[in-house]
T-cell receptor, first 110, second 113 residues
Framework: GIQVEQSPPDLILQEGANSTLRCNFS?????LQWFHQNPWGQLINLFY???GTKQNGRLSATTVATERYSLLYISSSQTTDSGVYFC????????????FGTGTRLQVFP | GAGVSQSPSNKVTEKGKDVELRCDPI?????LYWYRQSLGQGLEFLIY????????KSGLPSDRFSAERTGGSVSTLTIQRTQQEDSAVYLC???????????FGPGTRLTVT
């Protein structure tokens, strides 16, 4: 099945710093989502981005489907950005389920 | 509008007992998914319902797990004869269709003692 790899596994930042999280996937996809899992375990939708670029405030994401990767950019990080960021994809040839990466754990300190 | 809701939020049960977990999807969403998040396995797919079609049960880990969706809305995940390895957070998600953005509920944390 499709493989999803995220990097880095852990990231520690000081408030105000910028960061880039990466998601690589091994096959064609027709759905890619970025989530933030907050300390209470809730998965919060950040982007639905099977291709192209989107921006939402301090966050933006780019997916290059032909090269099988997606990037999540966080600018001017805040302590509330802490948590785990997941990338999840649906393979084009298996559209029933999201396959999740192992996540990037982000800690932002004041 | 209201998001996906799940109940209970926490459930502690003794090994060997049966449990039922409930999911209320976003109104109008035809697709409903169950996932499980555990320390050793990450986030993994369990089962998928789409409208009146037969569910995709390919992710259910054993025949102790079953799920149903009544009236195309509420879903119940049942685990029979629970084992300690069933301890995890069970997450429900819904979407407007099989390819589209999925929205997750807050999860049910199941602890089997």
């Amino acid at each position: 099945g499709i493989q999803v790899e995220q990097s880095p596994p852990d990231l520690i930042l000081q408030e105000g710093a910028n960061s880039t999280l990466r998601c690589n996937f091994s096959d064609s996809v027709n759905n890619l989502q970025w989530f933030h899992q907050n300390p209470w375990g809730q998965l919060i939708n950040l982007f639905y981005i099977p291709s192209g670029t989107k921006q939402n405030g301090r966050l933006s994401a780019t997916t290059v489907a032909t090269e099988r990767y997606s990037l999540l950019y966080i600018s001017s990080s805040q302590t509330t950005d802490s948590g785990v960021y997941f990338c999840a994809v649906k393979g084009t040839y298996n559209t029933d389920k999201l396959i999740f990466g192992t996540g990037t754990r982000l800690q932002v300190f004041p | 509008g209201a998001g996906v809701s799940q109940s209970p939020s926490n459930k502690v049960t003794e090994k060997g007992k049966d449990v039922e977990l409930r999911c209320d999807p976003i109104s109008g969403h035809t697709a409903l998914y169950w996932y499980r998040q555990s320390l050793g396995q990450g986030l993994e797919f369990l089962i998928y319902f789409q409208g009146n079609s037969a569910p995709d049960k390919s992710g259910l880990p054993s025949d102790r797990f079953s799920a149903e969706r009544t009236g195309g809305s509420v879903s119940t995940l049942t685990i029979q004869r629970t084992q300690q390895e069933d301890s995890a957070v069970y997450l429900c998600a819904s979407s407007t269709g099989r390819v589209y953005e999925q929205y997750f509920g807050p999860g049910t944390r199941l602890t089997v003692t």
